[in-house]
T-cell receptor, first 114, second 113 residues
C-alpha cells in the first residue's frame, strides 16, 4: 500500500515570492503522482500529474513539480505567487496497476499575504 | 464549474435521521467516486463505481450506503450516523481508465448532531 506525506500543513508567503510545497510518498511499486488544488468552498481541481518521461512537469496557473525517484518526492513549486493562489494543495499517488485509486496527502494550506 | 454537481451543499441531521446525498455529472464519464474530507485528515476514498458496478468499498461502515442507478448519478444514503461522521463529502467522476483526471464536485458539508 502507498502513503503520501505533506510535510507542511500551512505555508505563509508574501505575494510575488517563490514557494515550494513538499510531498513525499512511499510505495513498493511504480506510481503516478498528482497535485490537486482546492479553493475555498469548492471541490478539488487537477494542477498537474506525472505519469512518465520528463521528471519536470508543468501544470496550470504557473505551477510545476519535479519527480525525484531516489528521494521519493514530488514537490510543487511556483516562482512568484499571487493572492489568488491562496488555497489548499493536495498531493496524491496511485499505483500503476491500481486503476484510478488515489491516495491523498493531508494537504498544505498556502496563504499568500499582500 | 467542473461539471459535477452535488446537492445539498449543506446538511444538518440528527443521529436517527435518514438522508441522501446526490451527485450528478454530465461529462460522459463512466466512473464515479465518493470521498470523505475530515478536518486535519487526508481525503479518504469511500466508494468507486465503474460502469455502474461498485469496484471499491474502502471498509466503510454500513451506515453509509451508495447507489449508482446510471453512469450520470451517484447517491450516498445515510442512516444512524455518528457525530464523527461530520465532514465534507466529495463526489468525483472520471473517464474510468487509468491515470484519469478526477473532476470533483463542491461537496456536501455534513453535520451530525
Amino acid at each position: 500500500a502507498q502513503s503520501v506525506t505533506q510535510l507542511d500543513s500551512q505555508v505563509p508567503v508574501f505575494e510575488e515570492a517563490p514557494v515550494e510545497l513538499r510531498c513525499n510518498y512511499s510505495s513498493s511499486v511504480s506510481v503516478y503522482l498528482f497535485w490537486y488544488v482546492q479553493y475555498p468552498n469548492q471541490g478539488l481541481q487537477l494542477l498537474l500529474k506525472y505519469l512518465s518521461g520528463s521528471t519536470l512537469v508543468k501544470g496550470i496557473n504557473g505551477f510545476e513539480a519535479e519527480f525525484n525517484k531516489s528521494q521519493t518526492s514530488f514537490h510543487l513549486r511556483k516562482p512568484s505567487v499571487h493572492i489568488s493562489d491562496t488555497a489548499e494543495y493536495f498531493c496524491a499517488v496511485s499505483e500503476r496497476d491500481a486503476g484510478n485509486m488515489l491516495t491523498f496527502g493531508g494537504g498544505t494550506r498556502l496563504m499568500v499575504k499582500p | 464549474e467542473t461539471g459535477v454537481t452535488q446537492t445539498p451543499r449543506h446538511l444538518v441531521m440528527g443521529m436517527t435521521n435518514k438522508k441522501s446525498l446526490k451527485c450528478e455529472q454530465h461529462l460522459g464519464h463512466n466512473a464515479m467516486y465518493w470521498y470523505k474530507q475530515s478536518a486535519k485528515k487526508p481525503l479518504e476514498l469511500m466508494f468507486v463505481y465503474n460502469f455502474k458496478e461498485q469496484t471499491e468499498n474502502n471498509s466503510v461502515p454500513s451506515r453509509f450506503s451508495p447507489e449508482c442507478p446510471n453512469s450520470s448519478h451517484l447517491f450516498l444514503h445515510l442512516h444512524t450516523l455518528q457525530p464523527e461522521d461530520s465532514a465534507l463529502y466529495l463526489c468525483a467522476s472520471s473517464q474510468g481508465g487509468f491515470n484519469e483526471k478526477l473532476f470533483f464536485g463542491s461537496g456536501t458539508q455534513l453535520s451530525v448532531l
